[in-house]
T-cell receptor, first 113, second 117 residues
């Protein structure tokens, strides 16, 4: 089944403790990206990648890192999480940067205390 | 810079009413792509429709229709005879085909639609 898998679904952590949210897609998609969803702000893009070893900042990249060593994986790293990074995170992929729609993972609810 | 505005934060209707969700976008690129996504209460994000900037044809799919007007930079979504199952958050999104924002996909703030029985 074609899908985007992100883990974990829920994560509670403390300020400053490094964490990684994994994202994997099995559709051989070129494009992958991370979004955070906050009430009233919609979905805001954190980082995106148009191919292996190519990553670019989205609208809210501060405090986050990503890597794209393999086509299928695009992990999101929070080196030193802070409470303002408490949010719902979505990973997504698409065939390319054209009109191909995004396929989304099921989301990761992160709470930083 | 690109921007998508969904001015309606929340809309509440009674079943069988028609409802239109507005989406206005800004971009400097001449080629771009527009999308609508639905997020039901279960939380997943579901693709509804896409439109290329060079294709201004409106589209109808069952009770759903989309009106793309380049002259007003709008891509509005209408649900005819709304049903309770249409209750969801709806997002409009814009992707540029080139320029400095190449690859970025920008979403609007979302419109929460509640359909009452």
């Amino acid at each position: 089944e074609a899908q985007v898998t992100q883990n974990p679904r829920y994560l509670i952590t403390v300020t400053g403790k490094k964490l990684t949210v994994t994202c994997s897609q099995n559709m051989n998609h070129e494009y992958m990206s991370w979004y955070r969803q906050d009430p009233g702000l919609g979905l805001r893009q954190i980082y995106y990648s148009m191919n292996v070893e190519v990553t670019d900042k989205g609208d809210v990249p501060e405090g986050y890192k990503v890597s794209r060593k393999e086509k299928r994986n695009f992990p999101l790293i929070l080196e030193s999480p802070s409470p303002n990074q408490t949010s719902l995170y979505f990973c997504a992929s698409s065939r390319g940067t054209d009109n191909s729609p995004l396929h989304f993972g099921n989301g990761t609810r992160l709470t930083v205390t | 810079a690109q921007k998508v505005t969904q001015a309606q934060t929340e809309i509440s209707v009674v079943e069988k009413e028609d409802v239109t969700l507005d989406c206005v976008y800004e971009t400097r690129d001449t080629t771009y792509y527009l999308f609508w996504y639905k997020q039901p209460p279960s939380g997943e994000l579901v693709f509804l429709i896409r439109r290329n900037s060079f294709d201004e044809q409106n589209e109808i799919s069952g009770r759903y229709s989309w009106n793309f007007q380049k002259s007003t930079s709008s891509f509005n979504f209408t649900i005819t005879a709304s049903q309770v199952v249409d209750s969801a958050v709806y997002f409009c999104a814009l992707r540029n085909a080139g320029g400095t924002s190449y690859g970025k996909l920008t979403f609007g703030q979302g419109t929460i639609l509640t359909v009452h029985p």
